[in-house]
């Protein structure tokens, strides 16, 4: 268990390349520049045609009738993204029987089956070493552009917490490169897996697992089930459509109910200044335990109009934090 203390001064106003066994001692100033490397993950060099192929993360399973399987370029020694264009089937098969009338509101059967042309998938947990065992990747004589980028951004400009796309109905999301980063620096992260597709019959759907972390998808509401589903009717409206526990747990509980916190905040201590010109001025000092692991960075939550100005630990010494435009992707960590 490991105690930080942190204080931060926030406001309200109108690389080289890392290998990832460099990543737990690399310096501040080169994980930086490793996140924004990890901002737009270009298109890779590697490529493999597939037919039949069957992907299956917990309790969902991707079937690669045919097409072709896109990965992105290597960052820090890691695969993280990979495209998929072609004939695909996806299938989710909850767990328990809760689960099951609940996805049963909107695929109408007890478990949801459905067809896609195209997708898209983020991962930091084993995908890519699980989708080489399943087919032939090759190096494709040049290297290959996919959606990655452009996928990304849009993440970054519609799913973060600003009040224009609130008002559009976007489900909120944590910012996926800080994510990214802080799981290749704590080697006791399990990761994240990410699906991004469109479904014949149901829609736009996300689908992710976080397997021992908080969830990238409305954080603040999945309260320790590491598996969701959402629907998205771009612009208007998301549906929760599904949420459990990962499908191990259901043999030890019917009912499991946990949620791990990598870290504990016992104290703060907050000192705010109104202005006579009606801005704001905040010094938060905050005690911050650590259960276990070596993480290195954390998230905060943190409204999107509220800036940050500057961290210090409890010796005085500056911390390097990640906080974007108030529009664009301003989840700090």
Not at 185 to 213: C, E, M, Q, V
Not at 245 to 265: A, F, I, K, M, T
Not at 282 to 292: D, H, N, P, R, S
Request: with cysteine.
């Amino acid at each position: 268990m490991k105690r930080i203390g942190v204080l931060l001064i926030g406001f309200l106003g109108v690389a080289a390349l890392l290998n990832a066994a460099d990543l737990s001692t690399a310096s501040s100033r080169d994980l930086i520049a490793l996140y924004k490397q990890l901002r737009a993950i270009p298109g890779g060099g590697q490529v493999t045609s597939v037919e039949n192929a069957v992907f299956k993360r917990d309790s969902a399973a991707f079937t690669f009738i045919n097409g072709r399987l896109v990965f992105a370029a290597p960052v820090a020694g890691r695969v993280l993204a990979a495209h998929f264009r072609g004939e695909g089937k996806f299938e989710l098969n909850p767990p328990s029987p809760v689960d099951q009338r609940q996805i049963a509101r909107f695929a109408k059967s007890a478990k949801l089956e459905d067809t896609f042309n195209e997708a898209i998938f983020y991962f930091t947990d084993d995908t890519f070493a699980e989708m080489s065992k399943l087919m032939h990747v090759k190096a494709a004589p040049e290297a290959v552009q996919a959606a990655f980028a452009p996928a990304q951004k849009r993440y970054a400009e519609d799913f973060n917490n600003w009040v224009d796309n609130q008002r559009k109905g976007y489900p909120t999301m944590r910012n996926m490169a800080a994510r990214m980063l802080a799981d290749l620096t704590d080697p006791y992260s399990n990761g994240f897996f990410f699906a991004d597709f469109k479904g014949k019959k149901s829609g736009n759907l996300l689908f992710h697992i976080s397997w021992n972390r908080d969830s990238l998808l409305l954080s603040e509401y999945a309260k320790g089930e590491e598996v969701s589903l959402l629907h998205i009717n771009p612009g208007n409206y998301h549906e929760w459509w599904s949420g459990f526990h990962l499908s191990s747990e259901y043999g030890q509980s019917p009912h499991p109910d946990h949620r791990n916190l990598l870290v504990h905040c016992p104290s703060a201590n907050i000192n705010l200044l109104v202005a006579r010109d009606n801005t704001l001025s905040a010094t938060a000092q905050m005690e911050f335990v650590i259960a276990g692991g070596t993480a290195r960075i954390l998230p905060f939550n943190l409204n999107g109009v509220l800036r940050i100005s500057s961290i210090e630990d409890g010796a005085g010494n500056k911390l390097s934090f990640i906080q974007e435009d108030r529009k664009l992707d301003n989840d700090p960590w």
